[in-house]
């Protein structure tokens, strides 16, 4: 039995792409089922974020892992060639070259003095030439810069310890370890030094 002619137009027409196809189901989708959104991504944390995590961490390899993300947060300059700069003055450090690591820390924070880090790694370079006092200056404009560097003020604490200067040591350990608690050595530090500047309870 022939189709009427209005029929066979009509399948030509769904042949032809005239109908619209089928929706394109997710692989875990049921017909007649919503399309699940996909998960964005979390945002990255913010700084302050990362610093209050690290404050009331309980566990010591949970608190590490926190302060090596504020480190890496601490070590973008913003600029390539500051960067670069400080990179060479890590393998002058690592070859000993302790001058050509001063000199070069030098334009990096004649480029980017607004850069906490830059003036903490000058420090270091300093304190190896044994110039304490530059070192000690250097400290004091990184924490400007970035009060909650903890290891720009347990550097300090070191510093003055070896000056013999209990008193600010303790200050400056104390305010390291206030905002990272289980920072290596610091809170060691603290216990030894407080009852010498505090005087011991009777």
């Known amino acids: ?7 066979l137009l009509v399948a030509a027409a769904l042949l032809a792409g005239g109908a619209q196809a089928a929706p394109r189901l997710a692989p875990d989708q049921r017909p007649g089922e919503a399309k699940p959104e996909q ?8 700084l302050d974020d990362l610093y209050a995590r690290l404050r009331e961490s309980d566990d010591d390899a949970e608190a590490k892992g926190i302060a090596r993300l504020i480190e890496r947060r601490l070590d973008r300059s913003g600029s390539a060639t500051a960067d670069l700069l400080t990179d060479r003055a890590r393998q002058a450090m690592t070859a000993q070259d ?3 690591a001063a000199e070069l820390m030098d334009r990096v924070t004649a480029i980017e003095p607004g850069w906490s880090e830059g003036w903490n790694r000058r420090a270091t370079v300093f304190w ?13 404009r990184a924490l400007v810069l ?22 600010r040591a303790l200050n400056a350990f104390r305010r390291a370890a206030a905002l990272y608690p289980r920072m290596d050595k610091v809170k060691e530090a603290v216990d030894r030094l407080t009852p010498e500047v ?3 309870d009777l």
């Open 1 to 7: 039995m022939m189709r009427p002619l209005s029929a």
């Open 39 to 46: 998960a964005k991504p979390a945002p990255p944390a913010s």
């Open 98 to 100: 302790f001058p050509l």
């Open 128 to 140: 190896l030439l044994s110039d304490k006092d530059v070192a000690v200056g250097d400290l004091q």
């Open 146 to 167: 970035e009060p909650r560097h903890f290891e720009a003020w347990a550097a300090l604490g070191r510093i003055y310890q070896s000056l013999d200067d209990k008193t």
């Open 198 to 200: 505090d005087g011991r």
